[in-house]
């Protein structure tokens, strides 16, 4: 899917709300990230344009990712041995929540974050879908949780949910972030290097 280029700032215009596709959004915030750190490695007039898109960006990746966190059954999984249980749901909600008050705290507002701001949210973020999708690929939920505590079908919505946008959006930190990290702050991707393990 190819997407639109649009003035700097615009995320919402650059929305495809018309598609059925629940991964589009996501694939267009990427977009958005990939152009706008791009744009910032060149000293350009719409420098704050730019870093209020990517902000605009990672904000809604955030909060996708948050509402996926959100589904009840997260409490319920359980992790084969081996399998990162850290973080939980409940301390994902906190991570969440203090990477989205980083971006938009009074020192960010008017002037934009800067660029090392934005990529470390960015690390975070990439670091939180990354477990996500993890514990989702490898967890169980037991017959005694199945269904207990909300209906069957809900739950089966929100697994599908999550078995469309996690794995795509590992996908995407794969194919357009790390790439992108690497080329923007050395040092920055040696320490993720270092953190996680890709494919």
């Known amino acids: 899917m190819k997407t639109k280029r649009v003035l700097p700032g615009s995320l919402m215009k650059m929305m495809p709300i018309d598609r059925v596709d629940p991964t589009a959004e996501i694939r267009v915030a990427f977009d958005a990230i ?32 948050r509402g996926l966190n959100s589904f009840p059954f997260w409490d319920d999984v359980e992790l084969p041995r081996g399998v990162a249980s850290d973080p939980d749901p409940q301390a994902r909600r906190l991570e969440f929540d203090e990477i989205r008050a980083s971006l938009t705290s009074e020192d960010c507002e008017g002037t934009g974050s800067n660029i090392g701001e934005l990529l470390d949210a960015m690390i975070r973020t990439d670091g939180l879908y990354r477990t996500m999708a993890t514990q989702f690929a490898h967890g169980r939920l037991s017959e005694d949780d199945y269904g207990l505590d909300q209906d069957v079908d809900e739950l089966r919505l929100h697994r599908f949910q999550c078995a469309a946008i996690l794995p795509t959006a590992v996908k995407l930190l794969d194919d357009k972030w790390i790439p992108l990290l690497k080329k923007l702050d050395a040092k920055r991707y040696r320490r993720w290097k270092g953190d996680h393990v890709t494919g």
């Open 34 to 65: 990939q152009q706008s750190f791009t744009a910032l490695i060149r000293p350009s007039a719409k420098e704050q344009r730019y870093l209020r898109l990517c902000k605009q960006a990672i904000l809604h990746l955030l909060g996708q990712a």
